[in-house]
């Protein structure tokens, strides 16, 4: 039965934290999930996963308590529609670049009365088999997360109206892609990208939705916890490539 765990954390005013997984094997989420993550973010946008990958992989994460959700490939009901279905707790949506496209994101992710996700026996409803259909789609409607993408200058100049959408819950900044759309690609500590994520946390943090961000780093991530970020997403390539490095590092000289 369908509870948000980081959802619950994030109402009481927690901080969370996660990281984006991009392979389609269970057992390695499993692993991953066993480390303390609140969430994982299934990574289906820059990764090669398909719903039936992110079925068992949200499986694996539910066995351990974790939180899982799925960054889908583009803002489109249909596609939102089938990783949802596969049992995410909820979505990140990228490249939402105006509030229209917002409120679109959460029509996709809501049922009636506030949105119009498609319904039908899913795993994410247990075929109707745990509760009435009705009452799951009240329960959804609860709990399923929309984490919003702000990683556009066109983003930006709107991040006022998008905290005005009802429905968000995370307004997510991604810092590569947005340094991409100032011209300055993978500059993420350039001061045109720093003063727009400046920019939204400004508006976003006294607001009632959650500041979040991909934070590659700790200290990253704690500069911006003290900030008011309380989202927090990482990468896993990244420690998979830091930890092999320095073990060959130490061995070689």
């Known amino acids: 039965m369908l509870r948000n765990n980081v959802k619950a954390k994030l109402e009481a005013g927690e901080v969370v934290l996660g990281t984006f997984f991009k392979y389609p094997e269970p057992t390695l989420a499993e692993y991953v999930a066993m480390q303390g993550w609140d969430f994982l973010v299934f990574d289906a946008e820059h990764g090669a996963l398909e719903p039936r990958d992110v079925e068992g992989l949200c499986r694996a994460a539910e066995l351990?308590?974790?939180?899982?959700?799925?960054?889908?490939?583009?803002?489109?009901?249909?596609?939102?529609?089938r990783f949802l279905d596969a049992g995410s707790h909820g979505v990140h949506v990228p490249w939402v670049n105006t509030p229209d496209g917002v409120e679109e994101a959460?029509?996709?992710?809501?049922?009636?009365p506030r949105g119009r996700r498609g319904l039908a026996g899913s795993r994410a409803s247990e075929w109707g088999v745990g509760e009435a259909i009705g009452e799951y789609t009240r329960r959804a409607n609860r709990e399923t997360m929309l984490v919003v993408h702000i990683e556009t200058i066109q983003a930006v100049d709107a991040v006022e109206d998008y905290v005005?959408?009802?429905g968000v819950d995370v307004l997510f900044i991604g810092p590569t892609d947005l340094s991409h759309s100032l011209g300055h690609p993978g500059?993420?500590?350039?001061?045109?990208?720093?003063?727009?994520?400046d920019r939204v946390a400004e508006v976003v943090?006294?607001?009632?939705?959650?500041?979040?961000?991909?934070?590659?780093?700790?200290?990253?991530a704690e500069r911006w916890i003290e900030r008011g970020a309380r989202y927090i997403a990482t990468g896993t390539d990244a420690f998979l490539g830091r930890g092999m490095k320095a073990y060959l590092e130490a061995l070689r000289g």
């Open 205 to 220: 943090v006294p607001s009632d939705k959650t500041l979040g961000l991909f934070a590659g780093t700790g200290e990253i």
């Open 187 to 197: 500059e993420t500590s350039h001061p045109d990208v720093a003063a727009a994520m």
């Open 106 to 112: 959460v029509q996709s992710v809501k049922y009636w």
């Open 64 to 81: 351990r308590g974790v939180t899982p959700i799925t960054r889908v490939t583009t803002n489109q009901a249909h596609v939102i529609l």
């Open 164 to 166: 005005a959408v009802d």
